[in-house]
């Protein structure tokens, strides 16, 4: 199978890119600069493995010079996840880069599998299904709106005769096996800040829980779809573990390492920013308009698109797990707490 790829160069596209040729397809992808790297699982750059094609999502046709034929799947992956983006960034690239990727998959006469995110949900809570995606719910930001508006599209071309399937990733973490992740990005650095002294008391509800889930699972899920889209058309398939996973757990696990300072989890109807001294102010101001918001919700992504279809089950994440994630972090340099 030829199947083109946006988004190689980011976290799941260049894990993705090494599971499809590891599979033996063979992978065009869109590379936006020069001298660029594609991280399969192994942290392997995988870019010579593939046909680099320099252009942009945020262009029609992506800005390709000679968009190449025999195209068998368009991947959709690329996005930007910068929460502090303009909404006009979020606009060009999450919102039409869809659209351009809806129109290049009618003019190849290919599928397409959009790669959205699971907190198209926005501010929703508790048990939360695999429903279409409102636009005009209420967002933390202007990405969870933005991918919300780009499954909207693509709702719309499968209507029109486009075979499409979304699937949503929670917050993507290390592998199960050994915590392994290729770029460290995202959720890693507000854990980090989980066990610094510089995040101190955060408002938080007693049951806040994060949806994470591991790369090994999201990538395997991709590729469950990639094999049979004509099985998956019009799915929207949850790629989360079995179950969210509390912040007073991860607080709690974090509080075991050497050097760490936990953050503490306080009632918001009590938490004020005006007694906090200047430090850990400033860094409540930079993080908290991202961040505190998902300390106040535990949602739970169900669904059975993935186990009915492809017999994939989702993945249990334990103590132990989520302990290999952090030891993979600290092997690699990134957590500093001693």
Same mark, same amino acid.
């Given at each position: 199978?030829?199947?083109?790829?946006? !988004?190689?160069?980011?976290?799941?596209? !260049?894990?993705?890119?090494?599971?499809?040729?590891?599979?033996?397809?063979?992978?065009?992808?869109?590379?936006?600069?020069? !001298?660029?790297?594609?991280?399969?699982?192994?942290?392997?750059?995988?870019?010579?493995? =593939?046909?680099?094609? #320099?252009?942009?999502?945020? #262009?029609?046709?992506?800005?390709?010079?000679?968009?190449?034929?025999?195209?068998? @799947?368009?991947?959709?992956?690329?996005?930007?996840?910068?929460?502090?983006?303009?909404?006009?960034?979020?606009?060009?690239?999450?919102?039409?880069?869809?659209?351009?990727?809806?129109? @290049?998959?009618?003019?190849?006469?290919?599928?397409? @599998?959009?790669?959205?995110?699971?907190?198209?949900?926005?501010?929703?809570?508790?048990?939360?299904?695999?429903?279409?995606?409102?636009?005009?719910?209420?967002?933390?930001?202007?990405?969870?709106?933005?991918?919300?508006?780009?499954?909207? =599209?693509?709702?719309?071309?499968?209507?029109? *005769?486009?075979?499409?399937?979304? /699937?949503?990733?929670?917050?993507?973490?290390?592998?199960?096996?050994? *915590?392994?992740?290729?770029?460290?990005?995202?959720?890693?650095?507000?854990?980090? @800040?989980?066990?610094?002294?510089?995040?101190?008391?955060?408002?938080?509800?007693?049951? /806040?829980? +994060?949806?994470?889930?591991?790369?090994?699972?999201?990538?395997? !899920?991709?590729?469950?779809?990639?094999?049979?889209?004509?099985? +998956?058309?019009?799915?929207?398939?949850?790629?989360?573990?079995?179950?969210?996973?509390?912040?007073?757990?991860?607080? $709690?696990?974090?509080?075991?390492?050497? *050097?760490?300072?936990?953050?503490?989890?306080?009632?918001? #109807?009590?938490?004020?920013?005006?007694?906090?001294?200047?430090?850990?102010?400033?860094?409540?101001?930079?993080?908290?308009? #991202?961040?505190?918001?998902?300390?106040?919700?535990?949602?739970?992504?169900?669904?059975?698109?993935?186990?009915?279809?492809?017999?994939?089950?989702?993945?249990?994440?334990?103590?132990?797990?989520?302990? $290999?994630?952090?030891?993979?972090?600290?092997?690699? *340099?990134?957590?500093?707490? $001693?």
């Amino acid at each position: 199978m030829h199947v083109f790829l946006t !988004g190689a160069t980011g976290l799941v596209g !260049g894990a993705l890119a090494g599971a499809l040729l590891d599979a033996g397809h063979r992978v065009s992808s869109l590379v936006r600069g020069e !001298g660029r790297d594609v991280l399969d699982m192994d942290g392997r750059d995988r870019i010579g493995a =593939l046909t680099a094609l #320099q252009g942009d999502v945020a #262009q029609p046709g992506f800005g390709m010079a000679e968009p190449p034929a025999g195209i068998d @799947l368009l991947i959709h992956c690329a996005a930007t996840v910068d929460f502090a983006a303009s909404d006009a960034v979020h606009a060009a690239i999450n919102v039409g880069g869809t659209a351009h990727a809806i129109a @290049l998959a009618r003019a190849w006469g290919c599928p397409l @599998l959009h790669v959205s995110t699971a907190y198209v949900c926005g501010r929703a809570d508790g048990v939360i299904g695999e429903a279409p995606a409102d636009p005009h719910a209420s967002f933390t930001n202007g990405y969870e709106a933005s991918k919300a508006r780009a499954e909207a =599209l693509v709702e719309a071309a499968r209507r029109d *005769g486009l075979v499409a399937a979304i /699937a949503r990733p929670a917050i993507i973490v290390g592998r199960l096996s050994d *915590g392994a992740i290729a770029r460290i990005d995202g959720f890693h650095h507000l854990f980090r @800040l989980f066990g610094s002294p510089l995040l101190g008391a955060v408002p938080a509800a007693r049951d /806040a829980a +994060f949806a994470i889930v591991p790369i090994c699972h999201v990538i395997a !899920g991709l590729m469950t779809m990639a094999a049979d889209m004509a099985a +998956f058309d019009g799915a929207r398939v949850h790629l989360a573990g079995s179950a969210p996973f509390a912040m007073a757990d991860m607080l $709690r696990i974090v509080a075991d390492y050497p *050097g760490t300072v936990p953050a503490r989890m306080i009632d918001p #109807q009590v938490y004020d920013a005006a007694m906090l001294d200047r430090r850990t102010a400033m860094v409540h101001r930079r993080i908290g308009p #991202q961040f505190f918001d998902y300390f106040l919700r535990s949602p739970c992504f169900a669904g059975d698109s993935l186990e009915r279809i492809g017999g994939m089950s989702a993945p249990a994440i334990d103590d132990a797990a989520f302990r $290999r994630m952090i030891d993979h972090c600290i092997k690699v *340099g990134f957590l500093d707490w $001693r």
